[in-house]
């Protein structure tokens, strides 16, 4: 497996990052689309001579009430990839499982969505610079009681963090990710820029 691991690293840099460019604009957050996750990693994949196959088992279908009454399906997927090294015929298989709802036909193929997405995001180690446990209220809370001393403005109140390079604002959780990642603090396009 020599050869298949040498070219699943390559792959792995080269798709250690993607950005959150979708947005819910129905909940207010913004996530990375799984056609720019699957973008990055076919190019990786293609570049790195591993061709994927895709083969989704549907492991539950339930209908359920949402909370206007209608009645929705929810489906449950599990993916397996196929990865196939062209060169030496190395094969490994990555796993993904997802969940959709729909009240229409589309459960499955949302389920098997999040199902090809997650299986990548998590065998590749794909970063899209927040954490999916994340909870802000309790961060704020456990705030205080992890750090005894922040630095502070004159006012009082913490000073945002600023990218190194182009002197942006940023949020701490991109700061620490890229100090982490690159040494300092940068936003993400300059994450970006330094990781091409």
């Known amino acids: 497996m020599k050869n298949l691991a040498k070219k699943l690293l390559n792959v792995m840099d080269a798709c250690s990052h993607v950005l959150k460019n979708g947005e819910n604009s129905f909940h207010h957050y913004k996530y ?11 190019a990786a994949l293609v570049e790195n001579g591993l061709c994927s196959i895709a083969v989704p088992e549907i492991l539950d279908v339930v209908e359920i009430t949402n909370l206007k009454g209608n009645i929705e399906r929810l489906a449950t997927v599990k993916m397996d990839i196929l990865l196939i090294d062209k060169d030496s015929g190395e094969t490994v298989t990555l796993t993904g499982i997802g969940s959709g709802q729909d009240g229409g036909d589309k459960a499955v193929m949302k389920a098997q969505t999040a199902a090809i997405k997650y299986a990548y995001m998590l065998s590749l180690a794909i970063s899209t610079g927040d954490d999916p446990e994340e909870d802000q209220n309790t961060d704020k809370n456990m705030e205080g009681k992890r750090s005894g001393a922040k630095e502070l ?11 190194e390079h182009c002197g942006r604002k940023i949020t701490e959780k991109v700061s620490l990710y890229s100090v982490k990642r690159f040494g300092c603090s940068l936003c993400m396009q300059c994450q970006k820029r330094q990781a091409a």
């Open 32 to 42: 990375a689309t799984s056609a720019d996750v699957l973008e990055k990693v076919n």
């Open 153 to 163: 403005s004159s006012e009082g109140e913490k000073e945002e963090p600023l990218c």
